[in-house]
């Protein structure tokens, strides 16, 4: 063991004079984190708040119910505010330099409309350049519209039936039935993770796999300057001398992310979650990235080869287990395929410790720890003939 301690103890001098290793570890991720954090956190978070205007030209008792009970209770989560428009052509012009996103148009006589049973129409009025706010706002106001249907074919039927109750009053008892069905909001924690977060955590996973194979493949760098031959031919044991590489590059993966979780978690504002269960997806995800490296750097002949093969092996699994997107979001077979690759299970636990304890990251961790050992046991047996173990 202490063969190997001195290995990677030399070893990782080498590397902190290497530059590489500062923008892969660092530069790379940090950067491009920040990046998608900032070009594509608003249409992954959904955290805009949509700013609505109401131009009432009728001022009855239906439009009121709209402008002063509908919309005011719709705002009271905070995604949406209103504000009140004096005349039509005021609201159209606040759609029109983008002060609002939408704007609804009572028009004149709309409540003597709907008490007379005649079709009665709101206006939404939206910006061109914001569909989904639009959208909401047609929501609202259909669903205030489909209200008052309801209610007049209520009042209609209770007509037809023969009742000489007023149909004022009718209209107000039927309006005061709760819908049989509702939506209801339940308190519960989440298991996702916001925009930042999630791409600070994608590109430092995607990074680490290019971060952790300067320790392996120093193994073909010193076969390469025949110090491999030396040290075999040495009292030093075949196995110390994996050993010694494997630990080089743990040591890189594990401080190299640590530094990225600070760093990301004060400079962009991530929230990575409890310490205990990021340290334990790190340590796993390292020695997961470590295992798939070190099976790629035993099919190579040179340094440069497992260079090259590693890049198309990273950027492969980064693709496909969601460095770059979420993956799981898409569903369907892809959404089943990702789950080959380890990126796809760290995105996962950290998902889960989000929305959960330190124990629910142990399923995650469990199937990074499996690649691990899959990856280890099959670089032993490919490059036990470099070494004669």
Known sequence: MRASLLIAAKDLRQRLRDRSVLVFTLVLPLGLGLVFSLVLGDLADGNDVFRYAVADADGGQVAAVFTHQVLPAASEGGAITVRTASSTQEALRLVDDGDVTAAFILPPAFTARVMA???????????VDAPL?????????ESFTARLTSVRVSVAAALRAGSTRDPARLAAEAASVPDPLRQVEIPASRRELDATTYYAAGMSVFFLFFTVQFGVTSLLDERRAGTL??????????????????????????????????????????????????????????????????????????SEQAGGWQAVVAISLGALGGAFFPVAQVGGPLAVISLVSPHRWFLRGLADLAGGDVRAVLPSAGALTAFALVGFGTAYLLGRREVRL
């Open 117 to 127: 049973g005649q079709e009665a129409v709101i206006e939404v009025v939206g910006d």
């Open 133 to 141: 706010g639009t959208g909401v706002a047609r929501s609202l106001a």
């Open 229 to 302: 031959a030396r040290l075999l031919a040495s009292p030093i044991r075949p196995l110390s001398v994996l050993l010694g590489k494997l630990i080089t590059s743990l040591v890189v993966g594990t401080v190299g992310t640590a530094v990225l979780v600070a760093a990301t978690s004060v400079l962009m504002g991530a929230r990575w979650g409890h310490p205990v269960g990021v340290g334990i997806l790190v340590l796993t995800g390292v020695l997961a990235a470590t295992g798939v490296v070190a099976v790629v750097a035993s099919l190579a002949r040179t």
